[in-house]
C-alpha cells in the first residue's frame, strides 16, 4: 500500500501543466486528428474565475497540479484560460460510453476539487466535460458542482 501511494505521489509532483497558448495548440491539433480518425475524445474544464477573490493563486495552481496528477499519462493537463480555469484533454476515449464519460471523470473531478476549498468556494467553480465529435448540442452539457445540468451552445473546440 505504501508503494502504491508513494508512486501517486511521485506523478503528483511530475504533473505537467502546458501554458496556455501550447495548451490551446494541442486541442487543436487533437481535434484535427480525431478528424481525420474518427476517434473521439473529451475536453474537461474546471473553471475558477469566481474564486480569484476569495483564494489565492497557489490554491488555484494547487487544484490544477491534483488534477494534472489524477488524469491518465495519455491525457493532456494545462491552463484553458491562464490562472483561472483548468482544461484536460481526454484522449483515446474509444467506444467508453458518454454517460461514463460525463459521470465518473465529472464525479472524480469534483471529489478532488472537494478537497482544496471549503463548501462556499466549492458552490463557485463550475465543471464541464466537452465530447467530441460534436455531433450533438447534448455533447456541450455543463455541469455546476451544486446545481442541475443547462445547456451551454458554444464550443470549446478551436
Known amino acids: ?30 481535434r484535427r486528428r ?7 475524445f473529451a475536453l474537461l ?30 491525457d493532456i493537463t ?24 460525463e459521470s465518473v471523470i465529472l464525479e472524480r473531478t469534483r471529489a478532488l476539487v472537494a478537497l482544496h476549498l471549503d463548501a462556499g468556494q466549492l458552490k463557485r467553480v463550475r465543471i464541464s466535460c466537452h465530447l467530441f465529435p460534436e455531433d450533438d448540442v447534448s455533447n456541450h452539457i455543463f455541469y455546476s458542482i451544486i446545481s442541475k445540468p443547462s445547456l451551454h451552445r458554444a464550443s470549446p473546440f478551436l
Open 1 to 30: 500500500m505504501k508503494q502504491l501511494k508513494n508512486k501517486r505521489n511521485d506523478r503528483m509532483r511530475d504533473a505537467a501543466l502546458a501554458e496556455e497558448p501550447l495548451f490551446r495548440r494541442l486541442l487543436s491539433l487533437e
Open 34 to 40: 480525431c478528424e481525420r480518425s474518427g476517434g473521439r
Open 78 to 101: 494545462g491552463w484553458y484560460d491562464s490562472g483561472s480555469a483548468v482544461g484536460v484533454i481526454l484522449t483515446t476515449l474509444n467506444e467508453t460510453e458518454k454517460q461514463t464519460i
Open 45 to 74: 474544464l474546471i473553471e475558477m474565475e469566481a474564486l480569484r477573490d476569495s483564494v489565492s493563486s497557489p490554491v488555484i495552481e494547487n487544484i490544477a497540479v491534483a488534477v494534472a496528477g489524477a488524469m491518465r499519462e495519455t
